[in-house]
């Protein structure tokens, strides 16, 4: 079914280890003669360690990508939590879709785009990863590509991501789910109103175009990442640019019908805090392969474990400090804000989780906590409806997680975690992070407006107001989410 | 509690290293002396590095049998969510208890029956794995066997399985899991209308005997795998097993009450859309775990990559072929036929993730999407009730994917990423796994009818009329799932 | 973003490898040159090996405690579900909070006194993480302690914990989940009647103070320790310290209202039994995680597999005997009393797992799981209200447990799995066991009676009658569970 390693033969060096171990050993006869093939044993040893670090750094980012990609259980949840029971279907639906949409399209372009070699706005080489990788005859240029023993192919292709040795299609994994998540996040904002095939088509925009090039700036060789700009797991690569895409969509789309009535708000009660709590903690356990993940190898074991940690105490500083906010201002510890608290402090510390000492991680959650709450707050007076928090916790927290990274910049800490130190002071590189979010909120919240305003004028995004009323279970999917309750329910 | 590695001893080594690092030392003499402890370091490192590949592969295989583990809650959620509320804490029991008698069977006799060495059709050495790993003075043959270090006792015994070097009890984890899931899929199909106990036998029955028996030939040892039928994951060995016993199991249980009146079919709901969701994730997880981790080392963290992304690709082209199947048929994107689109994507390309081009990956998840939903019309057709759709998902798509092998026959992947190629052509491979799929067909389905016709005509394998009726939580368990919510619902 | 890994530097190493590699080849000069640089890549692969040893032990033990840590939603899910819906959103929030709580109080506190350097009975050096870790120029000391090459700080501060050499944050974090694991034992046994308040209060003493204190006696160099008790994964540790704190607090606060009337007992059904078996999947899941990552460190794949498999063992035996034990006296196979059972099971073999055969793990579990009804049926009796059954799984079975690993020692597991022997006879070992359980007994359940004595005349412990009645959802924290389903279900 399967095998064991594959020998790597490296001849050279065992008849140097040959000569080097077999040639003392006359000089001195009367020893002993060795009783294991020495030769034999070092040279399994060091194609072994060549293998065994390939081996152990791609197990590392494909578990953390496997969490990441869990991440989609905990956004179904929370989302669906927060909404009311008869639009749960379609919430879990685009939750499916949407995946199986990104997957598409960042298979067939987006991956290319975002960091394939080419100019400082986006990536012009190996754009169509189809064509790449499984192509020509015995398979072609691509299927090189996936032996990191003859990466020649690629490394003319891909080279901002080739500081990690691992396969090509574990760098792809791991950063697919990290796309997915983008356009996860729009999904929550959009809730209980939006057309199904509008959102797909929307998120196929999203992650085959709009969210690789900026991602290319940042991660992919482009012109932000290399002026010093700094996000180490994707407080902005990720989080603002979904909340930004957000916002946009539902600037076009409107509040629910009943939310905001003569002035007043009335709020709109999920259905199931079993689902947004479990949902929550899914998110949670995410992040330790969001964050730690992005070390993108297992060659720094210390780095790993410690954006473990910090990530962990942010989101605790994050749930605390939401719920004792919300506890002065509404009179009670509201789960909803302590759930999207410890959801802020998780997108804030994402950016700066690496270049920040401990306590620095545990105030930047603590901020992020209390700034949901205002944020929540602010969206309503401006009637911004948005039925999970999704502009609370990822766009809000994605900018002050970006900021923050410059605010508590630690040039030790870059150097030793991040490994990706600028050398700049705390006001210079807050500088260069307020220049990178202003950058990326133009681009990508026009971007989106411009994606949005063209379905609205011509497939329309938003259900019928009979349809929103009943529920777009029943409407777009002709299911309900749970039967033998709900009749009664309605 | 614990510790670091153990000293391995390799004194012969270390003699043979001393001497090649101290004479040339000596012919030098005025050069400065090591000021590390050469010999030392380099007897840790091979010492280490032994340790480390075996270390690692452990983890990676430990880590991805917990995956498949954690699939037994999808299928847990995914069963009760498509059945009624009234038999959730049945289903919710039932795969409790399947995954203990499954645990107790294949330690007993499961395991050797599978890969014990023995003849083309079943084990016959290290058949009772209680003794031949808990016996005997200083414990005995089979502890000897958990130390990698000392194999010479079971490398007689399961040689099938010695390919990979990990610890035997971390072979038995990983194909336990497996059983595990065969069994587990027969639950599904059986709902809402079994007795308990009947089930519970059965499951004994098929664990300890009928899947082990199958399995060894085609991947212990037998007739099937040395005639070059290939399945790298178990679309035939665990899926359509399941399916075939799952079929002959409905077959003599007949369709729940309501089903099909007059020869009409009246749908039966399931309960809770969100459970259902939510497992199908936890499945899909746990694939990445069944696929890649069938790998059984880390070896080539190529092929680990490469399986782990033409897995998710397949899941997600069966997902949205499926969803437009039913868009098409029935007028509305189905989030049933959503989510065992999924699946159906994903049991398909369990067998040949490491035979074919990713392109070839997506076409096999699409056509098995549209396959499902095809399948599941026909069983409603036939008047073959299955509530989950489990012939659908596990016995149409295992054997579409099993056969897909051959269609897809790539023999550069075969030779990479399994490395396990035939070199046989698309068509001979294609014959070959014919075969193969009717063998096991004849053998499964027939054995499991023999088992289910012995209960039903001596325990009784349905619930009363009146059970069935009132719901079986009651009946078999004397809870409720919902006690809050239920006297209403029902 | 990241980079590849950090070069070591071993000058002295590759000096000396480069007299053995080109001495040799002088001496036969017409012998054909290397055509690698074996010196460069004899010294990557030194640095490279240590690298990699402590990336895979690091990789293993976060990734064992991602698993921990997963058990907060297993615990969440498990008491909720256990529980009526009225009282769902604050048993959610409770598991929330009370991690935030637990890392927080770790953080500052408890982690130096359990693992720092002291005397016998609690740690004196390194006590406030948060000084240690992130002070001074540069970062100081405890910055150094991340940096697994420059470690002489910390190892003259945790020596109890310095047997693995994974980073210092990896080790805080393992201990971490285990310390908030102990606090969520607690909230099950007070549910449906404590104040959230004073709640929070006792969990943030028992994380800081209490649990760390008998901890140190045990793993962090204290008196029991050295004494020979055992206990390999936290039966006593973990489960019986949150199980005695739990018992005191449901002394303190007397059983739910309706629940014992005129000498009867009334069941109070829970409400959601879906949520209480995939909270008891993700538990045993997490077990994975506890029980095998207690080895810190992947140095011996043997001794991780043994553990994993002989903990699904004795889960699977005492699910099946409790299931069986409640059918016989009960009449029907009641799910909580299954999903119990494979939790007693669970507890009882933590500390005994590296210690005792397979076949004693087995029976380990059997005695839980029917262990674990008898104690159900007891607290009863005694008018002790549990609602999830926390004191029979945690503490009866985290005795049973530790008692077990006397009863049924093995001194040849205990070598080679432990590694940690003490030589000592079945009569002589659980002597040994039977002290640390009464003095970690009598300790514990002084200091938290203490505790909630003085919590219980200040602010109280127990909300009004009418709260109670309510349900604490509203009551706590304004909020429903199932604000769609509820208003009909109360």
């Given at each position: ?245 957000a916002l946009a969509g539902i600037l076009f789309l409107g509040p629910r019908l009943g939310k905001y009535i003569d002035g007043k708000v009335f709020p709109i009660q999920g259905h199931n805090m079993t689902s947004a709590s479990l949902g929550a903690i899914i998110l949670w356990m995410g ?204």
């Amino acid at each position: 079914m399967k095998r064991w390693i594959k020998s790597t033969g490296r001849p050279a060096l065992s008849a140097v280890l040959f000569f080097c171990l077999a040639v003392p050993g006359l000089l001195l006869a009367d020893e002993p003669p060795a009783t294991v093939d020495v030769t034999k044993v070092l040279d399994d040893l060091t194609g072994g360690a060549s293998a065994l670090r390939i081996g152990l750094d791609t197990v590392w980012v494909l578990i953390a990508g496997i969490l990441v990609f869990w991440m989609n259980a905990g956004f179904a949840l929370v989302e669906s939590g927060f909404n009311r029971s008869k639009n749960t279907v379609n919430i879990l639906a685009k939750n499916f879709v949407v995946f199986g949409i990104a997957t598409l399209s960042f298979w067939i372009i987006g991956w290319g785009l975002m960091f394939g070699d080419g100019n400082a706005f986006f990536g012009t080489q190996g754009l169509f990863f189809v064509s790449g990788a499984d192509n020509s005859p015995a398979l072609g240029a691509g299927y090189e590509a996936m032996n990191p023993f003859s990466t020649a192919v690629y490394e003319g292709v891909y080279n901002s991501i080739n500081w990690t040795p691992i396969p090509l299609w574990a760098k792809f994994f791991f950063q697919l789910v990290f796309a997915g998540t983008a356009a996860t996040i729009v999904s929550g904002a959009v809730a209980e109103r939006i057309k199904f095939t509008s959102f797909l088509i929307f998120s196929f925009i999203l992650v085959a175009v709009i969210y690789p090039i900026s991602g290319h700036w940042i991660w992919g060789g482009g012109f932000l990442g290399s002026n010093n700009f700094r996000d180490f797991a994707g407080s902005t690569v990720v989080h603002s640019v979904g909340g930004w895409a957000a916002l946009a969509g539902i600037l076009f789309l409107g509040p629910r019908l009943g939310k905001y009535i003569d002035g007043k708000v009335f709020p709109i009660q999920g259905h199931n805090m079993t689902s947004a709590s479990l949902g929550a903690i899914i998110l949670w356990m995410g992040w330790f392969g969001f964050n730690p993940g992005s070390t993108m190898s297992a060659g720094d074991g210390s780095a790993i474990a410690y954006v473990m940690v910090i990530t962990n105490i942010a989101a605790m500083t994050g749930a605390i400090t939401a719920m004792i906010t919300a506890w002065i201002l509404v009179g009670k510890p509201d789960i909803g804000m302590l759930i999207n608290g410890l959801l802020a402090g998780l997108v804030a510390i994402t950016a700066p989780c690496a270049f920040v000492t401990m306590t620095s991680g545990a105030i930047i959650g603590a901020i992020g906590g209390v700034l949901v709450v205002f944020l929540t707050l602010l969206l309503d007076k401006l009637k911004i409806d948005d039925p999970v928090g999704a502009i609370p916790v990822h766009l809000g927290n994605g900018i002050w997680g970006t900021l923050a990274l410059g605010l508590f910049y630690n040039n030790d800490i870059a150097t030793t975690v991040a490994a990706l130190p600028t050398g700049l002071g705390m006001l210079d590189q807050t500088l260069v992070q307020l220049k990178g979010i202003a950058v990326v909120a133009v681009y990508v919240f026009a971007a989106s407006a411009i994606v949005w305003a063209i379905l609205k004028f011509t497939l329309g995004i938003r259900v019928s107001k009979e349809e929103e009323i009943e529920g777009l279970d029943i409407g777009e999917h002709g299911n309900e989410a749970y039967p033998d309750f709900q009749a009664r329910a309605r």
